[in-house]
C-alpha cells in the first residue's frame, strides 16, 4: 500500500466526488444542522461582519465592552475597538464564577507506562485559578511586568498552560518554543523578542527518553545576555547543571526552582484588564527568507476567532459529556489555539499528552481516545499515515465508540489516509474535519462544519463564518472554478496576525503584497496555491513559495540551507521538498563542498548533525546529494525544479557519496527553465 502524495493520488484528488454526509441524528444535535442553516449564517457573516462577531464576542466575558467592532485599514486591522477583557478569566475565572470551579478544565496523561498505569491528572478550572495566580505572582516577583514578553520552552505538561495562562494573567506576551528547536532557535527568538525571564525543565519524556530541555537553554544563554532568569521547572528528576550566580543586570541569582517560586507566592491575583488590540502572544514560524518571523497576535479578537471556530468545528457542548483531544504539541499554533485558549472558554475538558504516539507500543493514542472516553480526535495527516503503517490491529484493539468528530490539520490529507481514519477510527460514523489554516490566521479558516457540510477526502471545504477566500490569479482576477491559482482572503477575519515582531516592512511584503484589487486594495496572501470546485470547495494544492511542510511543520528552504552552509565544509547548499511516504514533504539538500572536503556518509552524517544543531532535529535532510556545483539557470538562479524532480525520482538513484555532476541535466532543462 502506498501512502505518499504520487501521481496516481493527485490523479484521485482530482477526481474525487465520493461525499459524506454527516447522519440525521448527529446533525441534528450539532449547533449548526443544515446546509441551509451554514449558507445564511455564512452570509450574515459576510453581509454584516460586525453584527455577526458582536454577537458571538457577548458570548464571552469583557471587562468594558467596545465602542466599535472593526477598525480596517488596510493591512492594519482593530477588532472590538475600546473594549478590554482577560483571555486567562475566559479560560479560568469565568467558570470559576459560574459555580463550575470544580469542573475538570484540563485532563494531562503522562508517557510514562509502568505497570499498566500512566501519570495522570485532572486540573479543575479552581485549580487552574490556584495555580496560575500564584505562578502569575512568581512572575511579578522576578519583575515581569504588563507588556513584556516572556519565552516558553517546556514539555507537554499541565505547567506549560499554567505558565502560558499566568502569563495572560497579568498581561505579559509569551512566546512558546517547540521542545524540538535546537540551542541556536531559541538564542535568536530570545533576542528577538528582547525576553528577559525563560521557563523550562529539568527535562520531559519523549519515547522514553528524557528532553534535555534545561541544557539547551543553558547553551541559548551563552549565545545571547538578555536572560536574567530561568525559571525550571521539576519533571524528571534529571540531573541538570545549576547558575546560582546572579545574572548581570539583576541583583538575584540566574535560576530559579518552579516549586520554589510558587511555594512563596500568594494564590491571589486579579487578571490584568487588557486593551482587545494588547499583544496576546508571539510565535515564530518559518517563511521564505530569513530567520523565522515573530508573529503578533493581540487578545480580543484572537479570544473570539478561536472560542468560536472550537465551538463550531468541533461542536464543542458543555452540556453532553465532550472530551476534547488535540495531539499536537503546544509549541506550534494548533496547540495554542485548539488546547487551550479556543477550547477553555467553552467550557469543555481538554486532554494534553505528554509524549510520543509509538510510546510503549504503537496503540497508545486509541488506549487514550478509550480510556479517557475522547470525544473530538484531532491530529495531522503525517500521524495518520504513520498509523495506517503500523497497522490496523492497534486502533482495533480499542473501544473507540466515544469518539464523535475527527479533525486534520497541517497539510493536505491524501484520500487514502481519509478513508482509513474514516472506516479504522470513525467507523464510518463520525464526520472528518479538515482544517486549513495558519500560524498567521489564528484559526481555522477553510474547514467543514460536521453537521452542515459533507466532506469530500482531500478538500477543506468551504471557508468559515466570517472568511472570504477566492482563489485569484497574480491580478488578483477571480478564476473559474476547477482552475489553480492563488488562495486569497479579502476581508479582515477577528484572529488575523497584526504584524511580525519588529519588522513591519517584512509583515507588508509577506502578506499584503503579491495579490492586489484592481483598485489596488491588497488582499491577504497565505502563501498557499489552490483550487475551488464546481460545488465551491477548496481543494488545497500547497505552497507556492520556498516554504515547505514537513509533517505538518513549516520550514523555509533557505533555514535549511542556511544551516548547511554554515558548516566548515560547504560551500553552497540547495534544499528543496520531495515526496515522503510519511512526512508528506521530506527535505532533499543538494550540497557543494569546499575544495578538499570528500564526500563521504560521515560527512552527511555530520552535516545531518548539524543542521539539527543550528535549527532542531525536523530540519534534518531526508536526503543529502554531493555535487560539484548546483544546477544553474543562465541568469544564475538556481534550477530548483530540476532538483524538485532528481530528488523525486531518488528512489531510483539512492543516496551516493560520490561528487556528481548535474551540469548535464542542467544544460537539458536549461531552455525550459530560463
Ligand atoms: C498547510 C498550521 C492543506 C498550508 C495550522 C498552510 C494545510 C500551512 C492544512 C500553515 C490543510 C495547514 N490542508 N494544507 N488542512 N492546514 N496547511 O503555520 O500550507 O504551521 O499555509 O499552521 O500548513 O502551517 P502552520
Not at 321 to 342: E, K, R
Amino acid at each position: 500500500m502506498s501512502t505518499q502524495h504520487n501521481p496516481s493520488d493527485i490523479e484521485s484528488v482530482l477526481h474525487e466526488d465520493r461525499m459524506f454526509s454527516p447522519s440525521a441524528d448527529f446533525a441534528a444535535a450539532a449547533h449548526i444542522k443544515s446546509p441551509d442553516q451554514r449558507d445564511a449564517l455564512y452570509k450574515h457573516s459576510i453581509d454584516d461582519p460586525e453584527t455577526f462577531w458582536a454577537q458571538v464576542a457577548r458570548e464571552l466575558h469583557w471587562f468594558k465592552p467596545w465602542d466599535r467592532v472593526l477598525d480596517w485599514n488596510a493591512p492594519d486591522a482593530k477588532w472590538f475597538v475600546g473594549a478590554t477583557t482577560n483571555l486567562c478569566y475566559n479560560c479560568v475565572d469565568r467558570q470559576v464564577d459560574a459555580g463550575l470551579g470544580d469542573q475538570t478544565a484540563i485532563i494531562w496523561e503522562g508517557e510514562p507506562f509502568e505497570s499498566a498505569s500512566p501519570e495522570v491528572r485532572h486540573l479543575t478550572y479552581a485549580d487552574l485559578q490556584r495555580e496560575t495566580s500564584k505562578f502569575a505572582n512568581a512572575l511579578k516577583s522576578l519583575g515581569v511586568k504588563r507588556g513584556d514578553i516572556v519565552t516558553i520552552y517546556m514539555p507537554m505538561v499541565p505547567e506549560l498552560a499554567i505558565a502560558m495562562l499566568a502569563c495572560a494573567r497579568i498581561g505579559a506576551a509569551h512566546s512558546i518554543i517547540f521542545g524540538g528547536f535546537s540551542a541556536s532557535a531559541i538564542a535568536d527568538r530570545v533576542e528577538d523578542a528582547n525576553s528577559k525571564v525563560i521557563i523550562t525543565a529539568d527535562g520531559g519524556w519523549r519515547r522514553g527518553n528524557i528532553v534535555e530541555l534545561k541544557d539547551k537553554v543553558d547553551a541559548a544563554c551563552t549565545q545571547n545576555d538578555s536572560i536574567d532568569h530561568v525559571i525550571v521547572l521539576k519533571r524528571c528528576e534529571n540531573t541538570i547543571n545549576w547558575h546560582d550566580e546572579p545574572s548581570p543586570d539583576h541583583g538575584s541569582k540566574r535560576d530559579h526552582w518552579w516549586h520554589d517560586l510558587i511555594d512563596a507566592a500568594s494564590d491571589e491575583c486579579p487578571c490584568e484588564h487588557m486593551d482587545a488590540e494588547d499583544l496576546l502572544f508571539v510565535l515564530y514560524t518559518s517563511g521564505t527568507t530569513g530567520k523565522p518571523k515573530g508573529i503578533m497576535h493581540t487578545t480580543g479578537g484572537y479570544m473570539v476567532f478561536t472560542y468560536y471556530t472550537s465551538k463550531i468545528v468541533f461542536d464543542l457542548n458543555p452540556n453532553r459529556d465532550d472530551i476534547f483531544w488535540c495531539t499536537a504539541d503546544i509549541g506550534w499554533v494548533t496547540g495554542h489555539s485548539y488546547i487551550i485558549y479556543g477550547v477553555l472558554p467553552n467550557r469543555v475538558p481538554t486532554l494534553m499528552y505528554e509524549g510520543a504516539p509509538n510510546h510503549p507500543g504503537p496503540d497508545r493514542f486509541w488506549s487514550i481516545v478509550a480510556r479517557h472516553n475522547v470525544t473530538q480526535f484531532y491530529t495531522a495527516p503525517t500521524a495518520i499515515r504513520a498509523f495506517m503503517k503500523w497497522g490496523d490491529e492497534h486502533p482495533q484493539k480499542h473501544d473507540l465508540s466515544s469518539l464523535r468528530i475527527l479533525g486534520t490539520v497541517g497539510e493536505p490529507i491524501n484520500p487514502e489516509a481519509w478513508m482509513w481514519y474514516h472506516r479504522l477510527i470513525g467507523a464510518e460514523r463520525c464526520p472528518i474535519v479538515d482544517t486549513w489554516w495558519q500560524t498567521e490566521t489564528g484559526g481555522h479558516m477553510l474547514t467543514p462544519i460536521p453537521g452542515a457540510v459533507p466532506a469530500k477526502p482531500g478538500s477543506c471545504t468551504l471557508p468559515f463564518f466570517g472568511v472570504d477566500a477566492a482563489i485569484v490569479n497574480e491580478q488578483g482576477e477571480e478564476q473559474p472554478p476547477n482552475t489553480g491559482g492563488l488562495l486569497a482572503i479579502r476581508k479582515p477575519w477577528p484572529g488575523m496576525l497584526r504584524g511580525i515582531l519588529g519588522d513591519r516592512e517584512r509583515f507588508i511584503q509577506t502578506y499584503w503584497s503579491r495579490i492586489k484589487t484592481p483598485a489596488g486594495e491588497p488582499y491577504y496572501f497565505p502563501g498557499d496555491g489552490a483550487r475551488c470546485d464546481q460545488d465551491g470547495y477548496f481543494w488545497i494544492m500547497g505552497r507556492v513559495d520556498d516554504v515547505i511542510n514537513v509533517s505538518g511543520h513549516r520550514l523555509g528552504t533557505m533555514e535549511v540551507e542556511s544551516a548547511l552552509v554554515s558548516h566548515e565544509t560547504v560551500v553552497e547548499a540547495a534544499v528543496v521538498g520531495m515526496p515522503h511516504e510519511i512526512k508528506g514533504t521530506g527535505i532533499a539538500a543538494f550540497v557543494t563542498l569546499a575544495p578538499g572536503a570528500q564526500p563521504s556518509d560521515e560527512l552527511r552524517d555530520q552535516l545531518r548533525a548539524h543542521t539539527a544543531n543550528e535549527i532542531g532535529a525536523i530540519a534534518k535532510p531526508d536526503l543529502i546529494r554531493f555535487t560539484d556545483a548546483l544546477p544553474k539557470t543562465r541568469s544564475g538562479k538556481i534550477m530548483r525544479r530540476l532538483l524538485r524532480d532528481i530528488a523525486a525520482g531518488n528512489d531510483s538513484v539512492g543516496d551516493t557519496t560520490t561528487l556528481e555532476d548535474l551540469s548535464v541535466l542542467a544544460r537539458l532543462r536549461q531552455s525550459e527553465e530560463s
